[in-house]
């Protein structure tokens, strides 16, 4: 088992930036691709930005330029900078892990979720 913990989240203004954290913990064999997703009130969760093992990257482009996915191989923890928020940012952010064990077993993970509020 994998346990995803984030952290990070809050209220913040217009134009402000917040840094989201999310640590993998557990039985961890291989973290393949890591990925923020978020879900706002009434609509379905998105996918916002990906990371795979080797450091690629991609970005759901109403983030692209404002925010930047990175991760931490040795500390199993990926980030998400967000800069330049917008209200239309406001969500409950997700960490996605990829995992596989061993013997090649895939097993999806997810965390509990950040809210973010992006108000005056």
């Known amino acids: 088992q994998v346990q995803l913990v984030e952290s990070g989240g809050g209220l913040v203004q217009p134009g402000g930036s917040l840094r989201l954290a999310c640590a993998a913990s557990?039985?961890?064999?291989?973290?393949?691709?890591m990925a923020w997703y978020r879900q706002a009130p009434g609509k379905q969760r998105e996918l916002v930005a990906t990371?795979?093992?080797?450091?690629?990257?991609n970005y759901a482009d109403s983030v692209k330029g404002r925010f930047t996915i990175s991760r931490d191989n040795a500390k199993n923890t990926v980030y998400l900078q967000m800069n330049s928020l917008k209200p239309e940012d406001t969500a409950v952010y997700y960490c996605?892990?990829?995992?596989?064990?061993?013997?090649?077993?895939?097993?999806?993970?997810w965390g509990q979720g950040t809210q973010v509020t992006v108000s005056s």
């Open positions: 996605y892990a990829d995992h596989r064990t061993w013997d090649f077993r895939k097993f999806d993970y």
């Open positions: 557990g039985s961890i064999f291989v973290i393949n691709t």
């Open positions: 990371i795979s093992g080797s450091g690629s990257t």
